[in-house]
Each structure stands twice: as structure tokens, then as C-alpha cells.
């Protein structure tokens, strides 16, 4: 069967309010979806005539020996789709993929229970955009769209916008696109379906049943986010065990007399007034984000009703920026020539004070709001005995924060020294003054064992909050083989 060439990407993320709290389904994550996109291409593997072939070969052509072969099979006893690396055939020093492998073992099982489709022999690009990477350029060269960023996969430096998850997202996406006669990746019903699959391939992935807001926000873009219970996976033991394909098809499909999937995912109710610009910044450094969790959840156990209390008003505080930065949206849209000098006035370090300016009260509740979570962040990292607003950070957050234009900023996610976050009016001159600061800024991490060094690198990303969607196969070219 001759099949279509395919094309899909996936969104990166950031999770502006909801660090530590997104982990209990009693509260819920501000997640941004971001335009940086993981590409994935599939075609038909060219096999000569009379050759029966099943093996999928991955590639991912910006780094140096990154290339996987694949073999496959169907496992008896309802065990899924065996999917083998072919070590003697890759080019990537017999090193593993974790996050491919899982997500074609578990997408093509899930091909195979439709019982309509043959999983033919196929050729799989990977490209990334440039945000996910820190590089200096000494080793990279663009062509067509991409870097080539001339190193090995395993010594490139992630900035933290989601890879993992946008890989295994896009990956899903475009297996199902490629292999199975459904709508496009962007119709509700296949979304829904490739986030099931992505989700539980992820976490089978990771080793572990996360939150899941990364792959929610590479397949929805910005929502508010409430996780799902981690029992829902129960009953997925992974390929190899038996019943595992009757079990991932009911669970991707949602096929139960009470739904499993309680997550809710909110597209569209958070939104970044028109204006004003989300912001990421790489602190090349990193943080143990694993440990820094453990170390929260544990402290969290052992301190009952003070944890709680912090909990609840960090809850509260995450909510009031939701709030604040739909209100300000609102006030744009009612009046959208009030806001535009609003932010020229204040790039421009024009004082404002007039209580009754509505566009004034919104900017300045959502700086407030910012403020008021970087506060109890900075309680729950004292009380802790964790970095999540480190000094580092907070002088560098106070630093940009005083320059015209900027609202405010925070450490997303888990926090620690990996990056910030900033909203900012999207105005040259204060894009201009906020990078000049970034490029001469330098953050100094010790973190009782080690010491070093970071710079500062405002990235190019922006919100975005389409989530998954079809790719023209054109992005590809120069890259595909």
C-alpha cells in the first residue's frame, strides 16, 4: 500500500503558575503553549522489489549519528507491538532513544488494534526548532529553516521548553496521521486520542506518571491545566505483557462504562493580552529538577498543616493571576486604544497613578499578582530548604522587572536556575533595553557541591495556543532523505 507522505509538529511549554501544586488534582497549572515546535516527517521506507521489510528507520538530522533502526512485531498474546533496536545497523554509538522507542512501540500497537491498517516499512525525520537548544553558533550552521547544530544528540544543552514531550506528542501524531485513515491531527476527536496515547507513552518514557501538562500543552497550546489520576494508567503494563493491546486501545480510546481520563484541560481560558509578550530567558546552568521535586513532596508530607496552608494560598495566588491577565485582555478589547497608550506611556517611563485609568488598574493587579507568587515561591524555598527562587534569580527577575515595559517575571515550572519567564509590552525599545541587560548578565550558581557559572539568553519564542497540527512536507526539504 502506497502511503501519503506526512507531516505534524507539536508546541513547547512553560508552566507560568502552578509549579509543585500542578503535581495534586485538587489545583490546577497556568500552562503556556509556545511556537518553538518539534517537526516530525514520515514517508514510505524505500525497500527494493520483492524485499519484505519491517523496519522504520529514525533520524534526527541536526545532530551527528543520529539515526535509529527499528524492527517490529506483533507479540502473541495481545502483547502489543515489539519494537527492537537493530543495533548492528544505527549510527548513534548503539546509544538507546527512549522517548522514540516508546512512543512507536506504543503508537503502533495501538495502529495494530484498529485492525484496518498494515504497518508498512517508513523512513522518520525529527527536527527541532532552535529555542530547545542552548548553542553557540561555533558548531552550527542553518539550512532552510533548521540549525544544524553539528554536535552529537547527547551533548546538545535543552533550554527546558518540553522537548520530551513534543517529541513523543508530534511522534504519536503523525503515526496515527500516516498509518490510519482518520481526520487531520488537528480534528478534536484525533486530538483527544493522540493525547491519551502521548500521555501514557511519555510516562512509560520518563519511568514515571507525571503531571502530564507538558504533553497537555504540546497537544492543546495553552490551557489551564488539572492532571489526571495517575490510577487511570493502571492498567497499562507496557509492551510484552498480555492484554497490553485490548488495554492501551480502551484506554486511548477511552472505551470504559465510567471515563477514565478525569484530567481537565481548559484551552483557550488563559491568554496573553494582546500587547503584551511571554518572554523566556536561558540561564544556562540547570537545575536538578527530579530532586528539587522529591525534596518538596517530602517536605510537603512532613509538615501537614503549614504545607497545606502554603499550598492553599499559592492555589489562590496562581488563580489571581489567571484573572489578572484575562481582566487586562478584557479592558484591551473594550478599549483597545487605552491600552496601546498605556504601554506607550509606560515604555516610554511616563508615570501613570490615576486609580481610574481601567486599563492602568489591570496593568498594575497583574504586576501585583506576579509579585505576590514570587513571594510564597520564595516562602515554600525557605521552608523547603530548596532553590526555586534562588538569590540568583531573584536578582535577576528584580533586574529586568525595573525596566520600562517589563510587568514582572518569574522562575516557571519547578524553578530552580534553568530559566525565567517575563511578560513584557511588545515594543522594540523595551525588547531592546531588557536584551542589552540579558547580554552582559551572568548567574552565579552554588549549590553546596558544585559552582559555576551561566549566561543569560533571551530565546525567541513566543506563546502559542495551537498545540498540534499538520506540517506542509515543504519545511523538510534539504533534510529528508
Given at each position: 500500500?502506497?502511503?501519503?507522505?506526512?507531516?505534524?509538529?507539536?508546541s513547547?511549554?512553560?508552566?507560568?503558575?502552578?509549579?509543585?501544586?500542578?503535581l495534586?488534582?485538587?489545583?490546577t497549572?497556568?500552562?503556556?503553549?509556545?511556537?518553538?515546535?518539534?517537526?516530525?516527517?514520515?514517508?514510505?521506507?524505500?525497500t527494493?522489489?520483492?524485499?519484505?521489510?519491517?523496519?522504520?528507520i529514525?533520524?534526527?538530522p541536526?545532530?551527528?549519528?543520529?539515526e535509529?533502526r527499528?524492527g517490529?512485531?506483533?507479540m502473541?498474546?495481545g502483547?502489543?507491538?515489539?519494537?527492537?533496536?537493530l543495533?548492528?545497523?544505527?549510527?548513534?554509538?548503539l546509544?538507546?532513544?527512549?522517548?522514540?522507542?516508546?512512543?512507536?512501540?506504543?503508537?503502533?500497537?495501538?495502529?495494530?488494534?484498529?485492525?484496518?491498517?498494515?504497518?508498512?516499512?517508513?523512513?522518520?525525520?525529527?527536527?527541532?526548532d532552535?529555542d530547545?537548544y542552548?548553542h553557540?553558533?561555533s558548531?552550527?550552521?542553518?539550512r532552510?529553516?533548521?540549525?544544524?547544530?553539528?554536535?552529537?544528540?547527547q551533548d546538545?544543552?535543552?533550554?527546558?521548553?518540553?522537548?520530551?514531550?513534543?517529541?513523543?506528542?508530534?511522534?504519536?501524531?503523525?503515526?496515527?496521521?500516516y498509518?490510519?485513515?482518520?481526520?487531520d491531527s488537528?480534528?478534536?476527536?484525533?486530538?483527544?486520542?493522540?493525547?491519551?496515547?502521548?500521555q501514557?507513552?511519555h510516562?512509560a518514557?520518563?519511568?514515571?506518571?507525571?503531571?502530564?501538562?507538558d504533553?497537555?500543552?504540546?497537544?492543546?497550546?495553552?490551557?489551564t491545566?488539572?492532571?489526571?489520576?495517575p490510577s487511570?494508567?493502571?492498567?497499562?503494563s507496557?509492551?510484552?505483557?498480555?492484554?497490553?493491546t485490548?488495554?492501551?486501545?480502551?484506554l486511548?480510546?477511552?472505551?470504559?462504562?465510567?471515563?477514565?481520563?478525569?484530567?481537565?484541560?481548559?484551552?483557550?481560558?488563559?491568554?496573553?493580552?494582546?500587547g503584551l509578550?511571554?518572554?523566556m530567558?536561558d540561564?544556562?546552568?540547570?537545575?536538578?529538577?527530579?530532586?528539587?521535586?522529591?525534596?518538596?513532596?517530602?517536605w510537603?508530607k512532613?509538615?501537614?498543616?503549614?504545607a497545606?496552608?502554603?499550598?492553599?494560598?499559592l492555589?489562590?495566588?496562581n488563580?489571581?493571576?489567571?484573572?489578572a491577565?484575562s481582566?487586562?485582555?478584557?479592558?484591551?478589547q473594550?478599549?483597545?486604544?487605552?491600552?496601546?497608550d498605556?504601554?506607550?506611556?509606560l515604555?516610554?517611563?511616563?508615570e501613570?497613578?490615576?486609580?481610574?485609568?481601567?486599563?492602568?488598574?489591570?496593568?498594575?493587579?497583574?504586576?501585583?499578582?506576579?509579585?505576590?507568587?514570587?513571594?510564597?515561591?520564595?516562602?515554600l524555598?525557605?521552608?523547603a530548604?530548596?532553590?526555586?527562587e534562588?538569590?540568583?534569580?531573584?536578582?535577576?527577575?528584580?533586574?529586568?522587572s525595573v525596566?520600562?515595559?517589563?510587568?514582572?517575571?518569574?522562575?516557571?515550572?519547578?524553578?530552580?536556575?534553568?530559566?525565567?519567564?517575563?511578560?513584557?509590552?511588545?515594543d522594540?525599545?523595551a525588547?531592546?533595553?531588557?536584551?542589552g541587560l540579558?547580554?552582559?548578565?551572568?548567574?552565579?550558581?552554588?549549590?553546596?557541591?558544585?559552582?559555576?557559572?551561566g549566561?543569560?539568553?533571551?530565546?525567541g519564542?513566543r506563546?502559542d495556543?495551537?498545540?498540534?497540527?499538520?506540517e506542509?512536507i515543504?519545511?523538510?526539504n534539504?533534510?529528508?532523505?
Amino acid at each position: 500500500m502506497d502511503r501519503t507522505a506526512t507531516a505534524a509538529s507539536a508546541s513547547g511549554k512553560v508552566l507560568l503558575a502552578g509549579g509543585y501544586l500542578v503535581l495534586d488534582r485538587q489545583h490546577t497549572g497556568l500552562v503556556f503553549g509556545l511556537d518553538a515546535r518539534i517537526h516530525v516527517h514520515i514517508q514510505a521506507l524505500p525497500t527494493s522489489s520483492g524485499v519484505s521489510l519491517s523496519e522504520i528507520i529514525v533520524r534526527s538530522p541536526q545532530f551527528r549519528d543520529a539515526e535509529w533502526r527499528y524492527g517490529y512485531r506483533v507479540m502473541e498474546q495481545g502483547g502489543g507491538m515489539d519494537v527492537t533496536q537493530l543495533k548492528g545497523s544505527s549510527t548513534s554509538s548503539l546509544s538507546r532513544n527512549l522517548f522514540v522507542e516508546t512512543a512507536l512501540g506504543y503508537a503502533l500497537t495501538f495502529i495494530s488494534a484498529s485492525g484496518s491498517a498494515e504497518i508498512t516499512p517508513s523512513s522518520i525525520t525529527i527536527l527541532a526548532d532552535d529555542d530547545y537548544y542552548s548553542h553557540n553558533g561555533s558548531n552550527s550552521r542553518r539550512r532552510g529553516g533548521f540549525t544544524d547544530f553539528g554536535v552529537p544528540l547527547q551533548d546538545a544543552h535543552k533550554t527546558g521548553l518540553g522537548s520530551s514531550a513534543a517529541l513523543v506528542t508530534a511522534l504519536t501524531a503523525a503515526l496515527l496521521t500516516y498509518y490510519l485513515p482518520t481526520p487531520d491531527s488537528s480534528e478534536p476527536i484525533l486530538r483527544s486520542k493522540v493525547h491519551n496515547l502521548a500521555q501514557a507513552a511519555h510516562c512509560a518514557a520518563q519511568g514515571k506518571i507525571g503531571s502530564g501538562f507538558d504533553v497537555a500543552a504540546a497537544v492543546y497550546g495553552s490551557c489551564t491545566y488539572r492532571r489526571f489520576s495517575p490510577s487511570v494508567l493502571n492498567n497499562v503494563s507496557g509492551p510484552g505483557t498480555p492484554a497490553f493491546t485490548e488495554a492501551l486501545s480502551n484506554l486511548v480510546n477511552d472505551n470504559a462504562s465510567v471515563k477514565m481520563w478525569d484530567t481537565e484541560i481548559l484551552a483557550g481560558t488563559v491568554r496573553i493580552p494582546k500587547g503584551l509578550r511571554l518572554v523566556m530567558c536561558d540561564v544556562d546552568c540547570g537545575s536538578q529538577t527530579v530532586g528539587m521535586v522529591k525534596n518538596v513532596l517530602s517536605w510537603r508530607k512532613q509538615h501537614g498543616g503549614e504545607a497545606e496552608s502554603l499550598w492553599s494560598r499559592l492555589h489562590l495566588k496562581n488563580q489571581a493571576l489567571g484573572r489578572a491577565l484575562s481582566e487586562l485582555d478584557d479592558v484591551r478589547q473594550d478599549d483597545p486604544h487605552m491600552c496601546r497608550d498605556l504601554f506607550q506611556n509606560l515604555v516610554a517611563g511616563k508615570e501613570l497613578g490615576d486609580d481610574r485609568h481601567k486599563a492602568w488598574h489591570a496593568y498594575t493587579s497583574l504586576q501585583q499578582s506576579i509579585l505576590d507568587v514570587r513571594s510564597l515561591l520564595r516562602e515554600l524555598s525557605v521552608a523547603a530548604k530548596v532553590s526555586i527562587e534562588p538569590a540568583a534569580q531573584t536578582r535577576l527577575l528584580d533586574a529586568c522587572s525595573v525596566i520600562p515595559g517589563v510587568v514582572g517575571g518569574v522562575v516557571p515550572g519547578a524553578g530552580g536556575y534553568d530559566a525565567i519567564a517575563l511578560l513584557v509590552i511588545d515594543d522594540e525599545q523595551a525588547l531592546g533595553e531588557l536584551n542589552g541587560l540579558l547580554d552582559n548578565w551572568t548567574v552565579e550558581v552554588d549549590d553546596g557541591n558544585t559552582a559555576k557559572t551561566g549566561r543569560v539568553r533571551m530565546l525567541g519564542v513566543r506563546q502559542d495556543s495551537q498545540g498540534i497540527r499538520a506540517e506542509d512536507i515543504s519545511l523538510f526539504n534539504g533534510w529528508v532523505r
